[in-house]
């Protein structure tokens, strides 16, 4: 447990270097924890093995150090915590909170891209089949939830309403799984992340529900993007960060965030900056766009 009781955390895939995109994410989860005496982890989510570029993880963790932000406790890889998953979907089944499915994506398709429970009555076995969810033996569906940065979020009532995999086909653990194994675990108090993965919240507050756990608070930064709709990522060759010379970067990061940093202190090192930037974090400052795009990121 940390100082204050708070628990963060930075939780970056393995599929490239970091770019300036997940380094705001890293900043903001990073200045949100320390400004409230809390806990920094740092988590690589390396469960997708196709997705996974060799070298990512350390580069990840490299480029983080460079840039002067140290994590609290050890490093958890997923891909380490199958048998927390195993556990999860075993509680599931007993209770009889999920199924298994052999609709493919194009049969989904073909219904209209929404999965109408097909599957649910239909007892299939494990073998070769997705597991999902059973939305509704949830009491309500999540249809919104309150967002300390972005406020009252709406999400899509028919998304709300989808029995979502928790285990693929191919026998990879859902994203929405592991995280949210993973954050109850590690005992994470707050998540602050990209808007991008704002609609999963919905889905990770329900499994939250159903395991009859405390939901964490959230906070979604807003997502740097080139032109509209178009987020910087790893996928589209968004640029890693320079990790021999990271003030200039840590300084655009900060500005992005609503926060310029004073000119006695930016000539420091990060480590100065950083400091500076945890006394002065406001949460009020941090625009409450869910994208701002930046023509040269
Ligand atoms: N691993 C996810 C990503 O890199 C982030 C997960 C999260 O913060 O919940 O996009």
Same mark, same amino acid.
């Given at each position: 447990m940390s100082q204050s009781g708070y628990i963060g955390r930075f939780a970056p895939s393995p599929s490239g270097s970091l770019h300036f995109g997940s380094l705001v994410a890293a900043l903001g989860s990073y200045l949100q924890a320390k400004s409230k005496q809390g806990k920094w982890l740092v988590r690589i989510e390396d469960i997708d093995p196709p997705r996974e570029v060799d070298g990512a993880s350390e580069d990840i963790l490299a480029t983080l150090s460079a840039y002067g932000l140290h994590h609290d406790d050890r490093v958890i890889y997923q891909s380490q915590q199958s048998t927390h998953y195993e556990q999860a979907l075993k509680a599931f089944k007993q209770q009889q909170l999920s199924y298994n499915c052999d609709c493919t994506r194009k049969i989904i398709k073909q219904q %209209? %891209?929404?999965?109408? %429970?097909?599957?649910?009555?239909?007892?299939?076995?494990?073998?070769?089949n997705a597991l999902r969810i059973n @939305?509704?033996?949830?009491?309500?569906?999540?249809?919104h939830f309150y967002d300390l940065l972005q406020g009252e979020v709406t999400l899509n009532k028919q998304q709300a309403d989808e029995d979502f995999i928790?285990?693929?086909?191919? %026998?990879l653990y859902a994203y929405n799984l592991a995280v949210v194994i993973d954050d109850i675990n590690q005992g994470v108090t707050e998540i602050v992340r990209g808007a991008d993965l704002l609609p999963t919240t919905g889905k990770q507050i329900c499994l939250y529900q159903l395991l009859g756990q405390k939901t964490p608070s959230y906070i979604h930064l807003p997502l740097v993007v080139t032109e509209p709709g178009l987020k910087l990522s790893k996928q589209n060759h968004a640029l890693a960060i320079d990790k021999q010379n990271p003030i200039p970067t840590l300084l655009k990061a900060l500005a992005f965030l609503g926060h310029e940093v004073p000119a006695l202190v930016n000539k420091g090192s990060c480590e100065s900056i950083l400091n500076w930037a945890v006394k002065n974090?406001?949460?009020?400052? @941090?625009?409450?766009?869910?994208e701002i795009q930046l023509l040269s990121p």
């Open positions: %209209g %891209g929404l999965y109408l %429970g097909y599957c649910r009555e239909r007892a299939l076995s494990a073998e070769d @939305v509704a033996k949830l009491a309500q569906p999540i249809t928790i285990k693929r086909k191919d %026998g974090w406001c949460l009020t400052k @941090v625009p409450k766009q869910t």
